[in-house]
């Protein structure tokens, strides 16, 4: 399995994932279908699948176009989440396969838009899994919660993203890890995990490089959304739950200004 970033209008990223045995492709929110189509040719590979992780324009906008450019392509959505293009609906815990070794599951992860679908890939080969999460989790942070409540973010993040193995890769919808973690020493100064990883996160864009993919443990080290259900956390911004804590901690970065 090879995953390539392909980097897209101001901060978005779309994803092709690569089945290396059969040179067949998926490609994940494909918002810039000339650009997508382009390196599938270059890297010899047919295009068999789109994963749309949501609606929203900047991931689902591309849809129609790409069907216009590979006609036998299906385009796989959220059953719930009205998604452009989309030949077929997935709920939570359907299967698709691509090319003869890998396998993808959707995961509904609801919040951000009702039908936002994260997918878990895995392959035969013993590739360390990767899951594509949409604008659900970024790295050191998560989505707006435009159509959703803290309880479904929690469930979301904290028991469905959470429970992925720990070496899972996160490939998310934007590149948002500098500002995510500069937030996230806000919540808790004393982590020295995120000072590293916030270093280490402004290196590589200073150098025009992607902060993609983290992996779970990562997150559940330095993502203040996914860390709440620690007392600590809880603590630091005056809550008794974890769901508190979630919707304390997404009201204080909706008005950060960093």
Known sequence: MKILHIPC??????????DESTKEAAVVDPVEPHKVSRVAQENGVDLKLVLTTHHHWDHAGGNDKLKQLVPEIKVYGGSTDNVQ??????????KISLGANINILSLHTPCHTKGHISYYVTDKEGDEPAVFTGDTLFIAGCGKF?????????????VTLASLPKPTRVYCGHEYTVKNLQFALTVEPDNAKIEQKLSWAQHKRKDGLPTVPSTIEEELETNPFMRVDNPEVQGKVGCKSAVEAIREIRQRKDNWRG
């Open 9 to 18: 209008l101001e901060d978005n990223y779309s994803y092709m994932i690569i």
């Open 85 to 94: 293009g989309c030949t077929d609906k997935v709920e939570n815990g359907d």
């Open 146 to 158: 435009f159509e959703g409540t803290a309880e479904q973010m929690y469930q979301s993040l904290c």
